[in-house]
């Protein structure tokens, strides 16, 4: 018999019916899975840095996977801005797995390790509920889908379009500078590249003096003091010495657009992504297939990914405020049962998400980076470097490419070689310049 991905415990219960018309609307052919053959081979999965070993481990390794938050199509809230969709069913996905990873790396950071979900508890922690309604569907939360779709206007996306692993690294990031918790510094690393410079930079925070009165973790709002102890956020905060002024590090949430190939992924990056997906910083990966994006936090040993999958269409859930006391039926922001794709299938357009809680944590996680080796068959996914090189702009003008030319062979020819050094060229995008063959040559010292 098969089962849909939220199961029968996953439907919203209280106001909503229970007829079989509303539980066939929920379903999708891609979520549908027969549930009682899943995951029942002996192999080792790990998920976001836990290893299972299965069959033996399977009620253990479902348990895990059903703690985390999952978030998926819904339909009924409020038109995202005032006349638009109140369904997210068909174009979503992306955003929702976005949410997914966001909420998975706030989760590192507000849950105890030992902490998982379960139906039966009176009263979900505070940092929980915080979480949930920092998601919630609504206008005025955070990371709503109504605030991503919005923000994604700028990105050249409107709403209601799909959006790429790129697009919703950039607007998660956007939208968390106006997050009120303060509880992450995030980054969206480019071109391949972390920079130890740029990252110092974001999660650097200057910690007042003892004269303030006041600690660099007290300074901060009421809710993050729930956060469970790391040394951004102790009685004795990680401390950098420098000349001027003392620092503590602010906890990193860093995403990675990648793409790995053209049209497929190449092999060439199999190992290294089945390895990142097992270390302690990951919070998985967005990706998928075209158009159809999942969020993958773990794989197994046969070369499959551990995913949850956004395409089960169900009722927004109106969440009482955080400080409130009432009840509140989460069920369905928990998945049941996981799916499992090969990595070869997935789409060479991906986002690696880290946390790193610590200075020491993130530097051990660079050192590992380094590591990696190229070979014939294993590629690094991206680099890690101290900082980008220095430019500073002198002369700008615009010319052909046939005149740059004519003035390197004058170079070349009057000093025997031709000098490129500091010199980057940039697309200039003015409707004036007529030919194709223009562009903008900015030379730096």
Not at 103 to 111: D, E, G, I
Not at 151 to 162: F, L, N, R, S
Request: a negative charge; hydrophobic letters at 35%.
């Amino acid at each position: 018999m098969a089962f849909a991905y939220g199961y029968f415990n996953n439907i919203p219960r209280g106001d909503m019916e229970r007829d079989t018309s509303m539980v066939l609307a929920c379903l999708t052919y891609e979520n549908m899975v027969l549930r009682e053959e899943m995951w029942r081979n002996k192999e080792t999965v790990t998920v976001l840095g836990q290893k299972f070993k299965l069959p033996v481990e399977r009620e253990k390794f479902l348990h895990f996977v059903r703690s985390k938050i999952w978030c998926t199509y819904r339909k009924g809230f409020s038109p995202i801005g005032g006349t638009g969709p109140t369904s997210d069913t068909g174009w979503g996905c992306m955003l929702r797995c976005g949410q997914m990873m966001l909420a998975q790396a706030l989760s590192v950071l507000s849950l105890t390790e030992d902490w998982q979900w379960s139906p039966s508890l009176d009263k979900q922690p505070a940092p929980y509920r915080r979480i949930l309604t920092q998601l919630s569907d609504i206008r005025t939360s955070c990371y709503s889908i109504h605030q991503i779709a919005q923000m994604g206007v700028p990105e050249g996306k409107e709403v209601g379009q799909w959006f790429g692993p790129n697009t919703i690294a950039q607007v998660l990031r956007k939208l968390s500078q106006f997050d009120q918790e303060h509880v992450l510094a995030f980054h969206v690393a480019m071109d391949n590249t972390v920079s130890i410079e740029d990252i110092e930079k974001v999660c650097s925070q200057p910690i007042k003096s003892p004269a303030s009165g006041q600690s660099a973790c007290s300074s901060r709002t009421n809710s993050t003091s729930e956060l469970r102890q790391s040394s951004s956020c102790s009685t004795t905060p990680h401390v950098v010495h420098s000349e001027k002024i003392n620092t503590f590090w602010k906890p990193l949430f860093l995403i990675i657009p990648l793409r790995l190939g053209l049209s497929d992924i190449n092999p060439v990056y199999f190992k290294h992504l089945k390895e990142i997906l097992q270390w302690e910083e990951s919070v998985g990966v967005i990706g998928g297939k075209p158009n159809h994006a999942y969020y993958f936090v773990g794989c197994s040993c046969n070369d499959s990914l551990v995913y949850l999958d956004p395409h089960t269409t169900q009722l927004y859930i109106k969440f009482p405020d955080v400080d409130s006391k009432d009840l509140f039926d989460d069920a369905t922001y928990h998945c049941d049962c996981p799916g499992r794709m090969l990595v070869s299938q997935l789409d060479p357009s991906l986002a690696l998400g880290f946390v790193c809680s610590t200075r020491q944590q993130f530097e051990s996680f660079c050192n590992r980076i380094k590591t990696f080796k190229k070979s014939p068959t294993s590629l690094p996914l991206f680099e890690v470097v101290n900082a980008f090189p220095k430019c500073n702009l002198k002369e700008s003008q615009v010319v052909t490419l046939k005149s740059h030319n004519r003035q390197k062979k004058k170079q070349v020819k009057s000093e025997g070689k031709f000098q490129e050094d500091d010199v980057c060229i940039a697309l200039d995008s003015d409707e004036s310049l007529n030919s194709d063959e223009d562009f903008e040559i900015l030379d730096f010292d």
